[in-house]
């Protein structure tokens, strides 16, 4: 059977290590098991796994001390963790997002739902890296296969956009639409191609951080907790940190991370003013704002255009660029622009 990642399960239960280790070999991954946090580190150093599956809840070294030193470790801070353990507590499973997991898979798990959430991470893994090298490849390609390149390059970035739509099926298509708003204002504002390029790109792959947030808070039909919009917040810094790594010929990772910040500083993560948030920022904002307040949410049906232009009209000048803002009603006003589905 072809090897399809190799993948370092961590548990101090023999048991359970033993089952966790069998179902990853029968389903193709090269697994290497350590029964405690001091063996996992090691492990980990000698030779980077693909994968981490880590348990919680270890005599001596916790699985969030274990994450922690991982992060911590150049040779191992890339290397996605998912923790595999019986904590069922918001708080405890917030604890461990913070210290640098991707996922949480609950015990007693389901074998399906489990490998779902490995295939998911180690594609989504593979491709930043397979980015990396198409954008190291971009330098030095000669001028007449840039065309190719660039096409491959916006194949691979909508491929790592569709994993988080893969877990969120009510917001299937904001990111590609968001793009279309994107570009279209750019263009209303009359930006070189190049940037507005640049712009696409990082429209759709704006909410890629999302991939580190529960699937069950994101398709949430209810009010979120102050915890859980916490940790939906924090996906504009894991967006950042997931493609910072790639060097782009634009300011890829800043304009995710700047998502969400507002003219006024009341935006987040980092509340910057206005003067400091790209413009490539503003505009993703007012696009992001606009299709997500004309799109059917689990908790909420969509409000339509009027809402939408009503909103950002309203905090022009306050929240959102009043440029980008004006551009944004002539589209819709004097353009009859639209989004394709």
């Not at 040779?75 to 904590?87: G, M």
């Not at 950002?312 to 819709?332: E, M």
């Amino acid at each position: 059977m072809k090897n399809m990642g190799r993948i370092l399960a961590v548990d101090d239960t023999p048991a359970s290590l033993r089952l966790l280790t069998d179902i990853l070999k029968e389903e193709g991954y090269e697994v290497r098991s350590a029964i405690s946090g001091e063996l996992a580190l090691h492990a980990a150093s000698n030779i980077a796994p693909d994968l981490i599956l880590l348990d919680i809840r270890m005599p001596d070294m916790d699985g969030y001390e274990v994450c922690r030193r991982l992060k911590a470790n150049p040779a191992t801070r890339d290397v996605p963790v998912i923790f595999v353990s019986a904590v069922s507590e918001t708080e405890e499973k917030v604890q461990g997002f913070y210290v640098g997991a991707v996922d949480f898979v609950t015990k007693p798990y389901q074998r399906d739902e489990l490998m779902a959430r490995v295939r998911t991470h180690l594609e989504l893994n593979r491709l930043r890296h397979h980015l990396e090298d198409l954008v190291e490849e971009r330098t030095v390609e000669l001028r007449s296969s840039e065309k190719k390149l660039r096409t491959s390059l916006l194949e691979s970035i909508t491929a790592l956009a569709a994993i988080v739509e893969m877990r969120d099926p009510y917001t299937a298509g904001h990111q590609r639409r968001v793009a279309q708003l994107a570009v279209a204002i750019a263009r209303e504002l009359k930006l070189p191609e190049e940037q507005v390029e640049g712009i696409h790109l990082a429209s759709v792959v704006h909410d890629v951080g999302k991939i580190r947030v529960p699937a069950e808070i994101l398709t949430k039909p209810g009010k979120l907790t102050a915890l859980e919009f916490g940790l939906i917040k924090e996906h504009s810094q894991g967006g950042f940190d997931i493609l910072k790594t790639i060097d782009f010929p634009w300011a890829i990772a800043q304009i995710v991370l700047q998502h969400h910040e507002r003219l006024d500083g009341s935006g987040y993560p980092q509340g910057l003013g206005a003067e400091k948030i790209l413009l490539e920022s503003r505009i993703v904002s007012v696009a992001d704002v606009v299709e997500s307040m004309t799109s059917h949410r689990p908790y909420r049906a969509g409000l339509g255009v009027d809402a939408a232009l009503a909103e950002i009209g309203q905090n022009k000048g306050k929240l959102f660029d009043p440029v980008v803002v004006d551009a944004c009603f002539r589209l819709f006003r004097e353009q009859n622009f639209h989004f394709i589905a």
